[in-house]
């Protein structure tokens, strides 16, 4: 059997089939106190690609720390073929304040590929970049909705890539979305760079769901199995072939007052169903909203006191909407059927988190 090459990060050196914790220091904050970026390295003992995962770039947005901690138990260097480089939360400075952005203002995915003498945002870009990233042939980074917003757990990635598609497919999320990169993003500057990038959405900001945790944590382990990193487990095949889209639209709040929505992520639609409504504060002119296109359900807003113009329902246009509900039903009614093993899952049923 094939032995793999010892593995160096942080100035220490990884035998095959270990797993150390390491940290990049980044910068000192303003009470002096040192901070630093975690990442977990499992080294396999065999050789193989490096891949890693990362969460809360957007400091918020909190689910994919907890898809990262149930892989840091589950995954076996001693079993893996290659190294996995696991980053819990990327944006340590908002995921301290509970907020999207760094306490410089700036969105941390927004400043790649930053600089050591730069913004805060960027030092943090570029150690993540320099130490993480560029070492991997393939990363997934986990997302959610900002706060009072939920995300169906959708993967996200560059258009017109086919060995993004291949690995989107294997993910086994219920909804891929092909949409172009935005400008100093982690994944645009990953794709200049020749890194493969899916990025997952799930969930809502500062909150767990166990909907989003267990795809996220179904989602890599296929991944990792699909790249021959990790033995297949017929137990996580049985997912369906996901349902593509190239387009999504916002149906946003037609009055300001309270919503009331008929519908929820995941629901199939047809153009001119209707969403839901929105009252005045006596329950008197009700506005409806109704879906502009035949799709699926893949956003929706959870907080029901709403401005005119609020970003409400977001919809993905997918041909044969019922028939991907329905697959979307039964993937729903599995996870959330299934027993959550073991004292370690108990915080899933917590979902609050503030
Ligand atoms: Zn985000």
Not at 151 to 170: K, S
Not at 183 to 191: H, I, M, N, P, Y
Not at 324 to 341: C, K, M, N, Q, Y
């Amino acid at each position: 059997m094939d032995q793999a090459e010892p593995f160096i990060i942080a100035g220490e050196t990884l035998a095959p089939g270990t797993l150390r914790d390491v940290g990049f220091p980044i910068t000192t904050m303003a009470t002096g106190t040192a901070s630093s970026l975690a990442v977990r390295v499992l080294h396999g003992a065999k050789p193989g690609p490096a891949v890693f995962v990362s969460a809360a770039i957007h400091g918020d947005e909190i689910v994919g720390t907890a898809v990262v901690q149930r892989l840091a138990q589950e995954i076996d260097p001693q079993g893996l073929a290659g190294t996995v480089l696991l980053v819990p939360v990327a944006n340590i400075f908002g995921f301290l304040n509970r907020s999207r952005y760094l306490p410089d203002r700036r969105d941390l995915n927004r400043s790649f590929p930053g600089s050591a003498n730069g913004s805060l945002a960027g030092q943090v870009a570029h150690i993540f970049y320099r130490e993480v990233v560029e070492r991997c042939s393939l990363g997934i980074d986990i997302h959610s909705a900002a706060v009072h917003r939920y995300n169906l757990p959708q993967i996200r990635i560059a258009a017109g890539n086919n060995r993004l598609v291949e690995l989107a497919m294997a993910f086994g999320a219920p909804v891929i979305i092909e949409s172009p990169l935005r400008d100093g993003s982690l994944r645009d500057l990953a794709q200049k760079s020749g890194v493969d990038m899916l990025l997952l959405e799930t969930g809502e900001g500062l909150r767990f769901d166990r909907l989003s945790i267990e795809t996220g944590v179904a989602g890599v382990t296929r991944v990792l199995a699909h790249l021959g990193m990790i033995e297949a487990d017929d137990g996580l095949s049985a997912v369906g072939i996901p349902a593509r889209a190239n387009r999504t639209m916002w149906v946003r709040a037609p009055r300001g007052g309270v919503m009331h929505p008929a519908r929820q992520s995941g629901d199939p639609v047809r153009e001119g169903d209707v969403l839901g409504c929105v009252t005045g504060l006596m329950d008197e002119e009700a506005h409806n909203m109704i879906s502009p296109i035949d799709g699926i359900i893949i956003g929706h807003a959870t907080l029901p006191v709403v401005h005119q113009g609020d970003a409400l329902f977001h919809i993905a246009a997918i041909a044969h909407p019922e028939r991907v509900g329905a697959r979307i039903d039964s993937i729903t009614e599995a996870i959330l059927a299934s027993e959550p093993e073991g004292s370690a899952q108990g915080m899933l049923d917590e979902d609050e988190v503030v």
